[in-house]
Nanobody, 126 residues
Framework: QVQLVESGGGLVQAGGSLRLSCAAS????????MGWFRQAPGKEREFVAA????????YGADSVKGRFTISRDNAKNTAYLQMNSLKPEDTAVYYC???????????????????WGQGTQVTVSS
């Protein structure tokens, strides 16, 4: 069993930065791929980024590439999403997720994930 807790969301002006954290419980963090998704009101949940067991990274929409960076610290059982140059379009609830899947392609779809955090709100003002 894995429990995930996100933190670091909040209010920020356009052009600002936030760092989201996802703390995982248990002793098997290093065996999990970690992903970030977001969901804006009235829209479907969108894949943002994922990091594999070996540290490989994959990003979703072109709009986040070059601005967001996913990372992990296995010693701290924590994954991060560094968000720079934020835009109002980035406003959403951001969710952390974990999966045992070894497929980097599979990490881009929500149904792959076995565990989800509670979400953290990110609001970017214009």
């Amino acid at each position: 069993q894995v429990q995930l807790v996100e933190s670091g969301g909040g209010l920020v002006q356009a052009g600002g930065s936030l760092r989201l954290s996802c703390a995982a419980s248990g002793r098997t963090f290093s065996s999990l791929a970690m992903g970030w998704f977001r969901q804006a009101p009235g829209k479907e949940r969108e894949f943002v980024a994922a990091i594999t067991l070996s540290g490989g990274r994959i990003y979703g929409a072109d709009s986040v590439k070059g601005r967001f960076t996913i990372s992990r610290d296995n010693a701290k059982n924590t994954a991060y999403l560094q968000m720079n140059s934020l835009k109002p379009e980035d406003t959403a609830v951001y969710y952390c997720a974990a999966t045992r899947s070894p497929s980097i392609i599979a990490t881009t779809i929500a149904t792959t994930y076995d565990y989800w955090g509670q979400g953290t709100q990110v609001t970017v003002s214009s």
